[in-house]
């Protein structure tokens, strides 16, 4: 649209490689020179919350913890406290399925040459739980109960650097914008410039390019979990990246899980929640929380076409 007197809205589309994944911005405004200015500013968070959050960077706050927490109470930033917080709030909300503290199962699988014993995999899930994480509000502080406990923040890293850019991008005054967290998290603000939302493809993830449906997104986060990018091959056999702390196992059954909440942090562990605790469950939650929907895919048996399973009472989960 052309403004007398005004400049023609421009659009960057710009990304950089974080936490294991590509972060794209998409950012309308005015100056391309100032959107540029912000999506450094963006990305500079990010770079900052990764040194925060990552269990791979020994100087993290998080490595540091799983170092030491299990010998003496660790004071965290408010920042990584207030999101420990969340985690372990969001691991009762789904019954455990989202657990922060399955991070040694987690690195047991990704780093294992041959499939674990069952011995092995049990003494591992006995330091599984978030009744063993004790936060201590009163000097922000994290302790273990259990000896060789580790956290992982991989399940919901992705959709707080989404929340923490989106927050950025509002203080420098962009009305538009699309931040995407490789394909775990989009988090858009506004609305896109001729439409009342922002319409987002899901991958066939069968099929790489291929699009199997759609969804409308309006203030609210959009996440997807699955098994198809990333996985462990132990011979010749794929083991999904997600780990049920129920049992220790790579999760098997679905195709992908998305959620669509209006907060990024929830929908991120959410989707993978949906992940392992399956179909009916995820109907049974969604039905209970209105704001919340969801989509399943599955494959009945090897060979089939994918089935998409539109989940909850939302307008935009309808599809479009
Ligand atoms: P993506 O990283 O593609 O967004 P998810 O959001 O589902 O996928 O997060 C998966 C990551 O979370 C794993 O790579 C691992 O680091 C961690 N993780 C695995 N299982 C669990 C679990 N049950 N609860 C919390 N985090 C998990
Ligand atoms: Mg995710």
Redesign the pocket.
């Known amino acids: 649209m052309l403004h007398s007197g005004m400049s023609v809205d421009t659009m960057i589309r710009i990304s950089r490689a974080f936490m294991g994944c590509e972060f794209e911005l998409v950012l309308t405004g005015a100056e391309k020179a100032y959107l540029t200015d912000a999506a450094e500013e963006a990305f500079e968070l990010v770079r900052r919350l990764e040194e925060d959050l990552s269990v791979f960077i020994p100087t993290s706050e998080i490595a540091e913890v799983n170092a030491l927490a299990d010998q003496h109470p660790v004071i965290v930033s408010p920042r990584v406290f207030r999101l420990l917080q969340k985690a372990a709030e969001l691991s009762a909300e789904t019954e455990g399925?989202?657990?922060?503290t399955?991070g040694a199962l987690?690195k047991l699988w990704s780093s294992a040459e041959s499939v674990p014993n069952q011995d092995a995999l049990d003494a591992v899930r006995a330091t599984t739980g978030m009744q063993f994480v004790h936060l201590n509000e009163r000097n922000n502080s994290v302790e273990f109960t259990k000896p060789g406990m580790r956290i992982?923040l991989?399940?919901i890293g992705?959709g707080f650097a989404a929340a923490e850019v989106v927050q950025v991008l509002r203080d420098a005054r962009i009305e538009t914008a699309l931040v995407a967290a490789?394909?775990?998290?989009l988090y858009p603000l506004g609305f896109p410039p001729d439409a009342d939302a922002w319409t987002v493809g899901v991958r066939n993830p069968l099929m790489n390019n291929e699009r199997l449906t759609t969804v409308k997104i309006r203030d609210q986060a959009f996440?997807t979990?699955g098994s198809h990018?990333?996985f462990v091959e132990i011979d010749g056999v794929r083991y999904s990246?997600?780990?049920?702390?129920m049992t220790g196992w790579p999760v098997k059954g679905l195709l992908l899980a998305c959620a669509l909440v209006d907060d990024p942090i929830e929908s991120?562990a959410l989707?993978?929640a949906f992940?392992?605790n399956g179909l009916e469950w995820t109907r049974a939650y969604c039905q209970a929380r209105g704001d919340v929907g969801a989509i399943i895919v599955t494959q009945e048996q090897p060979g089939d076409d994918p089935v998409v399973h539109r989940i909850g009472t939302l307008q935009d989960i309808g599809g479009a």
Request: hydrophobic share 35%; no cysteine; net charge negative.
């Open positions: 399925a989202f657990d922060i399955a987690v992982d991989g399940a992705k490789g394909t775990s998290t996440s979990s990018e990333r990246h997600i780990i049920d702390p991120d989707s993978t992940f392992i």
